[in-house]
């Protein structure tokens, strides 16, 4: 596992750099390419929030972060999908080992949910979401990283160099409930039975952000934002798989 973590910062480094530019090439609004851009790279929803919790906008403007936001999540959660069921199909025919194949899922889909799904699929369910985890952490980083350049390039609000950044706490639950797992006997005994019953809450949580979907509001404002994350997408898939296979 600890092999992750530096993979993880250069995937999520390079995925947010390249996405960025590929949708600012095409014409896409600085901030919801950045949104993309970081959902795509770190996380998802969970990624496209704690940044947008970086971004200051004058008050005027909320509303058009609001889309944005919502424009990002819906197009980071088709993309995961899309991506998911790809890997999934595409896996079996690579040459990659189990580990291999687990850890390219972790280190190129956009939720959690997403390389879980993928990861249980290839049997290694473990891996990927300890290689989708090790991204998620660097959204802390991320989040500082792009408050700062924002406010340097793109912020039209004073700012005083303070900036409060998104911390993504479920991180220490998911740390929480490794530790208990490992060193509470009674609940290692139910571990199965408490994940099968969180792949039911994970399958609605999923669903939950499917209804929040509006392919309309895409295909007027998204077209290029959404090129922008697919085209990324395809990059990140390939260079994971060339990681995984050089590491593990």
Known sequence: GIKCLPIAAVVVTLTIVVCYNIARKLG?????AILVAGGTGICGAAAVMGLSGSIKVPPEKEDEKANNEVMAVAIIAIMGTIFALLEIALGPLTGLSKTQLGITAGASLHEIAHAVAAGDAFGA???ATIMKLSRVLMLVFAAIVIAIWWDRNHSEIPTDGKRKVSFPWFMLGFIGASIIGTFVPFIGAIAPNLVDFAYIVLGMA???LGINVNFSAIAKKGQKAFLASFLTSVLLMC???GIAALFF
């Open 125 to 127: 369910v473990d891996i």
């Open 28 to 32: 896409v609004d600085p901030q919801l």
């Open 206 to 208: 999923m669903a939950a």
């Open 239 to 241: 260079f994971a798989a």
